[in-house]
Structure formats: C-alpha cells, structure tokens
C-alpha cells in the first residue's frame, strides 16, 4: 500500500521545467518554450503562454489526504451473485459481502462463516460482546459506523486474523482497552473518527502489526502518550488526529514512528511543541499542524524532515519564525503560511527551498519574498494586487475622475469667494477654509494615482517597501487631516448656524477674530490627530501603511491595541459625535422654521432659513458618506471578515463624496452667490462696453 501510494504521488507531483534556470529570478517558463513570464501570470486563470503551459499543473498535488477518498473506494471485484448460504432476509448479498446498513438492527446477525466483507452501519448496536466475530476467519473488511456502540469487549474481535479494515466512526466509544486489537495482525486500517475517545495509551494498539492507516478525527484527545505511540504499529504510515484537544506534543511521543509519511494535527489545541518531535519521521511526507495555538516553532523542529513536500502552519497565533526555520526542505512542494503576520519575513527565508511550487500567505505582499515559487496566494487583497496598487481597473480610472473634480471644484469656490466680496466675511472664511481642508483630499488621490502608475505591473516587488515608506505614511496623514478638519469644520459652521437660527434674537453672531481662532484651533487639532501616530511608533506600529492605500479604516486582528483604539477613537469616537452634532442641530434647525415661519418676516431671517435648508443636502450627503464608514469601522472590530474591495471603494469612492459635494452645496448653488457673480459679470461686461 505504501508503495502504491508513492507512485501515485510522484505522479501527481508536479517538477518545474530544467528551462527555468534559463528565466531571471522571479519569472518561469511556458513549458518547453524558452518564453519567460512573470510568476503573477502563472496559473491567474488566463492564458498567456501561446501554448497555455501557464496554467497547467496549477493545482496543488504534493500532499497526501485529498487522495483520502480515493483509497477508500478501493474494492475488489466481487461476483454478482451470492456466495453465502446464510444471511438474514432483510440484508443484501453480492458475492461474499453482506449489506445490513440501515435496517435498524440491535444486534450482530448470523451470516456464512467464508463471509468477506460485513456492512452493519447506522443500526442500533450498543455494545461489542466477547467472541462476536469468531467465526469469521475470513473477514476482510469490518463496518460499525454510526451506531451507538460504547463498550467493546476486549475479546470482541478475537479470531479475526484477517481482517484488513475496521471501520468503526460516529459511535460513543470513550476508551479502548489494552490488548482489544490483539487478534488483528492483518489489519492496515482503523477508522475511529467522530467517537468520545479521551485518551490512548500504546498497548491499546497492541498486535496492530500491520496497522497502516489510523485515523481519530473529530474526538476529545487531550493528550497523546508519552511512551511511544508507534510501538505496536511499527508500519503506522498515516495517521490522523484532526477536530481533537490535543495542547502538547511530546519528542517521545512519535520516538518510534519511523515509517509515518502522513500526520495531520489540524485543528487542535496544540500551544507547545517540544524540540526533536518530528526527529525520527525521516520519511513523513505530509505535516499539517494548521489551526491551533502554536506560539513558537523550535529553530531546529524541522532538521530532519528532508522528504517532506506539504507542510501547512497556517492559524496559528505564531509570534516569529527564525530565517533557518524551512532550511531542511529540499524537496518541499508545498508551504501554507495563512493567516500568519510575519513581521521578521525576507527572501532569506525561502532561498533554500528550491523545488517549492505552491506557497500561501495571508498578505499578498509577502509574495514579493518568495520569487523562486511559480505559484503564490493570495493574488490579490481587494485593495491591491500583484500588479497594480488598485486592484479595481474602474478605481483606477476614478480615482484620477475624483482628485480632478475635488481639486478644480474647491480651488474654483477659493479664488471666487477670495475674487467677489461678501456681507458675511466670518462665513466666507469658513467656507474657504473647508475648501482647503477638502482639496487635500483631492491631493491624496492623485498621489495614490501617482504611485498605482509607478508601480504598474510590478506592484508586488514594491508592496512591502511601499506600506513602510515615508511617502505611504505623509499621504495617509494628509488624508486623516483632510478628513478630521473637514468633519470639525462642517460641525463648527452647523452649530453656528444653529445659534443664529434657532436664537435669532440673541444677536448672536460671531465676529471675524472669534472665527478665526476657531478655524486655526480646527487646524491645530486636525494636525495633531494626524501626526500622532508618528510620535510613538512602539504603541500605533505602521498606523498608515496597513494597506496600500494608506488609509487606517479598516482594523485588523494584528494591528496593535494602541492603534487599534486610536482609529476607533476617532471614527466611531469624534466623527460620530460630530455627525450626531449635525443631525441634531439640523433637525432642531427645521423643527424651529416650521414653527415660526408663519410669523416671521424679517429679510434677514429669511436668509438664515434658507441656508438651513440648503444644508439639509449636507446632512443627507453626510449621512451617504459616514454612514458605511461607521458601518465598516464596527464590523472590522468585531473580527467580520471584510472584502478589501469594500474598503477600496469606501476610500476612493464614498470617502471623497463630501469633499466632491462641499463647494458645490455650499457656494456655486446658493442663491446669494448666483447673484453676487450675475453681478460681477454684469460689471465687467458694461465696463468693457
């Protein structure tokens, strides 16, 4: 068996072309053409070879368990008509196999002592007793699964010396008795899966001489001997220990497990991995000890794992992983490093796994230190790709649309509100200001253009650099200050504007000094909520350089606490506070102009009214903008997976959407500000008649 399946392996396995010494770094042939592409177009689900070699052998076949299946739908070819002279009415028979699954039956019926193949599962068996199969000395292949069989005697499978698979998963077995497999010397595989088995001890395994395949999926393991596991089963070739509560492994523990080739520990507890644990499996093939609570990896755990080709650590709260770790690998075929934050990562790591073809990352930017793999996941993290900074081809286009039309219109609404001279000087200030605080907005998206189209097509070789750069983290401020000063700004002029209507016989009107040490203790705020993060980098980490945008508005489960808050605090903390400041003063606003606008007259107050309602449209544009902000922000805490291409959009798209609207809601649609340049145009026209 174990030769039969090491042919199909090899089979499988997928060798890089000898053309690929003839490619540079980072680029593999079109099969046996001596045309190089970039490792981003290998196996992207386009064809880019002329003769598709690009995306053949594109799935990863260097482990093991997916032929799990196969194997098990093995027979041998059995004659159509019965062989057994005895077997109870309601079963079927088909050469020397007996078929009783589903027939509700209590106990082990009476059939031919020459039966081969006996199948009683989903009945309602509760106990093995002694002597059960004896008579059945050529019993090959035993099933007892989904019953509800708790005790099995320790005799209950004496006489079966050649039963070659016992299946017995989805029953209440909690323990198995030392010496209750003794009779089983021809026995390959054992089938455990989906019992209430605590605990092994190696003399459970007692005459397993044979044993290839052991497979305890889905139990309540909480530890694994210490003595040696394999001492009974010299020739244990597989063995499965997945969906258990296994929290340690022991060196001793597989000290005798020589001829394992396959061991999944997927989906534990594990936390501690003593050194020199995998040391005597010189011919495992396939580790999987992905999803548990490994904190550290031993520098020297894998030094003698020479022939392994899969190896997945992926989900693992793992803190650091030394530069030698994967140095042992020569014939490594597949690495799953998912959902691993790898703050130490360089190309050093994977220089000496040189017949790698499949590696997995949780960030795409990682790809860019593993050059030498032909395929590397994931391609893409919403927000960027291997190719571009912006993975949407639309955003790419738009973010140029968007920082053109937020730059002309608020530099437009400055040089008119500067040109033309105003009654209300404190609020032509303030307008002015909030055009300057929206521009930079339009600033950030043409340097995030800027830099897309730096990085064309080689975007992956940059990422890491990029995110880390000084120029990733000017940018992002400038868009947090652009942010934050835009929000005071729009909250300082709503409540202005509340005063005056809502108390309009308070005389209350603030004067050109008042507003002016307003708007530049707006600006200091905004500067210093922007330049925070940079001052203790211990506490915030990369604030900025999370994402290739720049942008923090999405947290993540390994961005520090302290940035953490700091994002919260801001934009479910201060944006908040501020859009429920605005919703309420507009709403007061209207509930005031409803109730006295029978009554009042005055021209002035008219006027007031009517930029109230015009600032309507800002609260509802206010509402479009925040509103999926506070959204993603909230989600992001609560550890909800988020597309990156949701947080592209909001960045480029609905994050810009006030600095877009603001001049044109505030200044070129008002009434006043119409006539003011129907004025001026009049002016200038009959001066030059």
């Not at 002329?50 to 194997?71: I, K, Q, T």
Request: aromatic share 12%; glycine share 4%; with cysteine.
């Amino acid at each position: 068996m174990s030769a039969l399946l090491f042919v199909v392996l090899s089979s499988l396995s997928h060798t890089l072309p000898s053309l690929a010494d003839a490619c540079p770094l980072g680029q593999f042939p079109c099969g046996n053409l001596s045309l190089c592409l970039p490792q981003p177009q290998h196996c992207n689900g386009h064809h880019d070879c002329p003769n598709g070699a690009d995306e053949e052998n594109c799935v990863d076949n260097s482990g093991w368990p997916h032929l799990f299946d196969a194997f098990r739908k093995i027979r041998i070819q059995e004659p159509t008509d019965c062989m057994l002279d005895v077997y109870p009415d309601v079963c079927l028979c088909k050469g020397w196999i007996v078929n009783c699954n589903n027939k509700n039956l209590q106990h082990i019926p009476a059939v031919s002592s020459n039966v081969t193949a006996l199948e009683l599962n989903s009945n309602g068996l509760i106990s093995l007793l002694p002597l059960l199969f004896i008579r059945y000395k050529h019993l090959q292949r035993l099933h007892l699964e989904n019953n509800s069989i708790e005790i099995i005697s320790k005799r209950a499978f004496s006489g079966l010396f050649s039963l070659r698979k016992l299946f017995l998963s989805q029953n209440r077995i909690s323990a198995l008795n030392a010496g209750i497999f003794t009779d089983l010397n021809s026995l390959e595989w054992l089938i455990l899966d989906e019992n209430r088995i605590t605990s092994l001890h190696q003399k459970s395994f007692e005459g397993l001489k044979s044993l290839f395949f052991l497979s305890l999926l889905n139990n309540s393991l909480e530890q694994l001997p210490k003595m040696c596991l394999c001492l009974y089963m010299p020739h244990l070739n597989w063995l499965e220990l997945e969906g258990n509560e296994i929290s340690s492994l022991w060196s001793s523990t597989f000290g005798n497990c020589s001829s394992l080739t396959v061991l999944a520990l997927r989906k534990n507890r594990i936390s501690t991995i003593e050194d020199g644990t995998f040391s005597s499996m010189r011919h495992l093939i396939d580790l999987d000890l992905s999803i548990n609570q490994i904190l550290d990896l031993p520098p020297t755990l894998f030094q003698n794992l020479q022939k392994l080709k899969q190896l997945n650590i992926s989900n693992n709260p793992l803190t650091y992983i030394y530069e030698n770790q994967f140095d042992s690998f020569a014939n490594l075929r597949s690495l799953s490093m998912e959902e691993l934050e790898i703050p130490t990562i360089s190309t050093r790591m994977f220089r000496s796994l040189s017949n790698l073809s499949h590696i997995y990352f949780k960030r795409f930017e990682y790809c860019s230190y593993s050059p030498n793999v032909r395929s590397c996941k994931p391609n893409s993290n919403g927000i960027s790709s291997f190719e571009n900074l912006l993975a949407n081809i639309v955003l790419r286009v738009f973010v140029w649309v968007m920082a053109f039309i937020i730059c002309f219109g608020n530099v437009f609404v400055i040089c008119l509100r500067s040109c033309i001279t105003s009654e209300n000087e404190p609020h032509t200030m303030a307008i002015k200001s909030l055009c300057c605080a929206d521009c930079l907005m339009g600033v950030y998206l043409f340097f995030i253009g800027a830099f897309d189209i730096k990085y064309c097509g080689e975007y992956n070789r940059h990422a890491q650099i990029w995110m880390e750069s000084l120029w990733c983290q000017l940018i992002g401020s400038l868009a947090m200050l652009s942010t934050e000063v835009s929000v005071m700004m729009l909250a300082y002029m709503t409540v202005e504007k509340y005063l005056c209507i809502v108390f309009p016989f308070q005389q209350y009107r603030a004067g050109r000094r008042q507003t002016l040490c307003s708007l530049v203790s707006i600006w200091v705020l905004g500067f210093v909520l922007a330049a925070a993060p940079f001052w203790d980098h211990q506490t915030f980490g990369n604030f900025y350089g999370r994402n290739g945008v720049c942008f923090p508005v999405h947290s993540e489960q390994a961005e520090k606490l302290g940035a953490r808050c700091y994002s919260t605090g801001i934009f479910l903390g201060l944006n908040l506070l501020a859009f429920v400041m605005i919703v309420f003063s507009y709403s007061s606003m209207f509930y005031s102009v409803q109730k006295t606008a029978k009554s009042a007259r005055q021209v002035a107050f008219n006027h007031e009214v009517s930029i109230a309602k015009r600032f309507f449209f800002i609260v509802f544009t206010d509402a479009m903008c925040w509103t999926p902000i506070f959204l993603l922000k909230t989600l992001s805490l609560l550890r909800v997976p988020i597309d990156g291409t949701m947080v592209l959009w909001v960045v480029i798209f609905i994050l810009p959407i006030n600095s877009a609207l603001n001049p044109i809601i505030y200044t070129i649609t008002t009434t006043t500000f119409q006539e003011r340049i129907k004025l001026c145009l009049r002016f200038h026209c009959r001066g030059n008649n």
